[in-house]
């Protein structure tokens, strides 16, 4: 039976510290953390989503303010929002949850956010600092916290095969970008017109698979002794929450895998705290949190 990579633990322990640290931060006499939090529409994940996103800031300390916006919002109302916190200065971070209805230009709206204040990393002045390989960017939280997950479990990433399947702009391409920026391994990223899936996959020492399709990958598609992270979130007919990965047949073959739910999704909220705390850190003069320097 492989490891199970517990996202749940390792981002309790997160939490745990930087509810320490923000105590510290108000025993010094300054402020909490603030983190403005943008939902447009009804979308009932995205709402649930934002619902733990706001759970996790009140444990720890940060001061989240969730602004639900109707679906019929127009472009202009939530550029000005953004650009109102964008000139706030006690609000460090901004967090537009996406996806966002068909009528928003979701890539202008992510530019429009202070890259200081960009906590989901999204900004192409962010993204560009980590296809470049600078350390004073924002990381995509999915890529962090599976990164430092990795990390916690002490599992070797140098020179490791490493095989990243789907490649969109806030898991794939960054997660891929994370391992390149590190030197640390060879990565292959394969997408949707990728010929032979498994003929990469069953090459990969770490596979990641971010595409949001159940059991897309097998325990025939996988190598023997391989280290699986499935950020895939599905919900099944039956209301099941399942990953991308046919879990209960890759268990027995790989020598660690992520659950889900309860192995990629808490990180994910995990860094986003981390990131929160960075922009508030770097305001006050403070080095960034060390989790993050990767
Ligand atoms: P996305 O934007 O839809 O991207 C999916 C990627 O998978 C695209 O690059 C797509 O290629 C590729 N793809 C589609 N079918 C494929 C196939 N058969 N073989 C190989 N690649 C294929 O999705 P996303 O936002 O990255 O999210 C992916 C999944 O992760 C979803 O289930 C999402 O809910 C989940 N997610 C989880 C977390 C978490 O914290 N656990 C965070 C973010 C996302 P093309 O672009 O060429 O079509």
């Not at 009932?44 to 019929?72: D, H, Q, T, W």
């Not at 949707?192 to 949001?212: E, F, P």
Request: aromatic share 4%; net charge neutral; proline share 6%.
């Amino acid at each position: 039976m492989a490891l199970i990579l517990d996202g749940r633990e390792v981002a309790r322990k997160i939490r745990q510290e930087l509810k320490k640290e923000i105590g510290g931060y108000l025993q010094r006499g300054m402020r909490n953390p603030a983190l403005a939090v943008v939902l447009v529409g009804d979308d009932p994940a995205s709402k649930v989503y934002v619902e733990n996103k706001r759970k996790a800031c009140k444990e720890v300390g940060i001061n989240s303010m969730v602004f639900n916006l109707p679906e019929n919002t127009s472009q202009q109302e939530i550029t000005d929002l953004i650009g109102k916190f964008n000139g706030d200065p006690e609000i460090d971070g901004i967090l537009v949850q996406l996806p966002l209805p068909s009528h928003i230009n979701t890539q202008e709206i992510i530019e429009t956010i202070s890259p200081e204040k960009d906590v989901d990393g999204f900004h192409p002045e962010n993204m560009g600092k980590l296809a470049t390989g600078k350390s004073d960017g924002v990381i995509p939280c999915t890529p962090l916290g599976i990164w430092i997950m990795l990390k916690h479990y002490k599992i070797q990433t140098f020179k490791k095969d490493v095989v990243v399947v789907g490649a969109s702009n806030i898991v794939g391409k960054p997660m891929a970008l994370l391992f390149l920026k590190n030197e640390e391994a060879p990565v292959s990223v394969c997408h949707i017109n990728t010929k032979d899936l498994k003929s990469y996959t069953t090459r990969a020492d770490i596979l990641i698979v971010a595409v949001g399709k159940p059991k897309l990958i097998t325990a025939e598609m996988v190598k023997e002794g391989a280290v699986v992270v499935d950020v895939g979130i599905n919900r099944l007919e039956d209301g099941r929450l399942v990953g991308d990965v046919d879990f209960e047949t890759l268990k027995d073959k790989v020598s660690a895998i992520t659950p889900v739910p309860g192995g990629v999704g808490p990180m994910t909220v995990a860094t986003l705290l981390l990131n929160t705390v960075n922009a508030y850190r770097k305001k006050h003069g403070f080095p960034p949190h060390p989790l993050t320097q990767v």
